[in-house]
């Protein structure tokens, strides 16, 4: 089963739409150099899982590794276990999500196998010596980077951005060979997972929305960014916010937008009381439009807006708000 692999994380049965960006670009790759894609799933009790959307996205193979002892996510477990399957198969290049489980087992599985890894990637090309050269934007995608493996570094381990690339058309009579693996133990646990506390929101998930409203400094308190959460459920979009109000307690860490929070690439935008520093735009850089709200005219978010409002937000929000609600309403 060499070739192109994509860690595709199931949650709730289903697969986010980052997946299936991988899958594209997994498809694109083996295309390259004639090899086939593979959709690995880890996990306990994973028979409801939607595996046929793999296939329909692109997979020739869906390997499964359904075990007790990956119930909970843990870095230990997870990593020994796909390092086993790494061993045993030898992939080309293994594919994950940016996020916090990409960033947390590829970095691991790099140094185990004395390989590259490369994060954020936004595009992937061919190269006539590596095979594979995987773009991605540092400081705060100022510049572009063209990062190439040495041909005797395999696995290529990669994390992709979210909304990055387009996911294929999804094919339902294309068919794939869902695989059963068995790893025989999973190394030394050193650790386990007591309890998981999740906090539950109604609004689309932060790097799958296609509409962003995030709040910052500006908003002034958590009274201010009810604003925000108000303007974001007329829209039906996901709510940002920069690290000075989540540090405030304005709201919560996982809506963190930037260096040290998310990072997202929505088709709208829109920042309100944000001032846009390179550290809050390292998350937004990837944005098809984006929309300022601030009452500084020299703010730094109006060098890479679309559109600016320089206003008050506590004026501007609860017009945008009223405006697009009666533009719903008829």
């Not at 572009?144 to 493996?149: H, K, P, T």
Request: proline share 4%; hydrophobic share 45%; glycine share 10%.
């Amino acid at each position: 089963m060499a070739g192109i692999w994509v860690y595709a994380e199931p949650k709730d049965g289903s697969f986010p739409r980052v997946t299936f960006e991988m899958m594209a670009a997994a498809r694109s790759m083996a295309a390259e150099g004639d090899g086939s894609v593979t959709a690995v799933v880890l996990g306990s009790g994973l028979a409801d899982a939607s595996l046929d959307r793999l296939a329909h996205a692109g997979a020739d193979v869906v390997a499964v590794l359904d075990d007790a002892a990956l119930a909970t996510y843990t870095t230990d477990a997870y990593a020994s276990a796909l390092q086993a399957l790494v061993e045993q198969q030898r992939p080309d290049a293994v594919l994950f999500a940016e996020g916090a489980t990409g960033l947390d087992l590829a970095p691991v599985l790099a140094q185990r196998f004395n390989t590259g890894f490369v994060a954020d990637v936004v595009a992937i090309g061919h190269d006539e010596e590596a095979g594979f050269a995987f773009t991605r934007e540092p400081y705060s995608g100022k510049v572009q980077a063209d990062i190439v493996f040495a041909a005797d570094a395999r696995p290529m381990l990669a994390t992709v951005r979210p909304k990055a690339f387009e996911p294929l058309e999804a094919d339902e009579q294309r068919t794939a060979s869902v695989v059963m693996q068995q790893v025989n133990g999973f190394g030394d646990m050193r650790q386990t997972v007591a309890d998981v506390v999740r906090r539950a929101s109604g609004r689309v998930e932060l790097t799958e929305a296609d509409t962003v409203v995030s709040g910052g400094r500006g908003t002034k308190g958590a009274e201010g960014f009810s604003l925000i959460e108000e303007l974001a459920d007329v829209l039906g979009a996901a709510v940002g916010a920069s690290r000075p109000a989540v540090d405030e307690g304005w709201t919560d860490i996982q809506f963190q937008v930037g260096q040290t929070g998310k990072t997202i690439a929505p088709s709208l935008y829109i920042a309100c009381g944000i001032s846009g520093s390179i550290q809050h735009m390292a998350g937004a850089a990837g944005s098809k439009c984006i929309v300022a709200v601030n009452r500084d005219p020299e703010a730094d978010i109006f060098k890479v807006a679309d559109y600016g409002i320089v206003a008050d937000l506590f004026e501007a929000v609860p017009l945008l708000t009223e405006a697009f609600r009666a533009s719903k309403a008829s």
